[in-house]
């Protein structure tokens, strides 16, 4: 089973940046990210194909994040620009399971999740 670890997460005002960096342990066809506050359940931020590199971003994030695949096929970026509070949260990367429908925001499609980054945005 491929395993991802995040990393890159650290605390910004509002307006600053951040770059996420995501790591396979193994080949992967769609990794996404998703974040998660205290209560609430894993929300959908960004996804990569890695094979023709179709990107997919959540309505919240558009135009402001940019997922982005390395120079090494393992590794995905999230470079997060003007960042809000509303952003802070912890960022989770996973990689779609195969042969499992749905959209690219089901947080029950993805696995091999790491322990995560915490990105914290002050006002």
């Known amino acids: 089973q491929v395993h991802l670890e995040e990393s890159g997460g650290g605390s910004v005002q509002a307006g600053g940046s951040l770059k996420l960096s995501c790591v396979a342990s193994?080949?992967?066809?769609?990794v996404a990210w998703f974040r998660q506050t205290p209560g609430k359940e894993r929300e959908g931020v960004a996804a990569?194909?890695?094979?023709?590199?179709?990107?997919w971003y959540s309505d919240s994030v558009k135009g402001r994040f940019t997922i982005s695949q390395g120079d090494a096929e393992n590794t995905v970026y999230l470079q997060m620009n003007s960042l809000k509070p509303e952003d802070t949260a912890m960022y989770y990367c996973?990689?779609?399971?195969?042969?499992?429908?749905?959209?690219?925001?089901?947080?029950?499609?993805?696995?091999?999740w790491g322990q995560g980054t915490r990105v914290t945005v002050s006002s």
């Open positions: 996973g990689t779609r399971r195969p042969l499992v429908g749905g959209s690219w925001s089901e947080v029950g499609a993805y696995t091999g």
């Open positions: 193994g080949l992967t066809f769609q």
């Open positions: 990569i194909n890695t094979r023709g590199r179709r990107t």
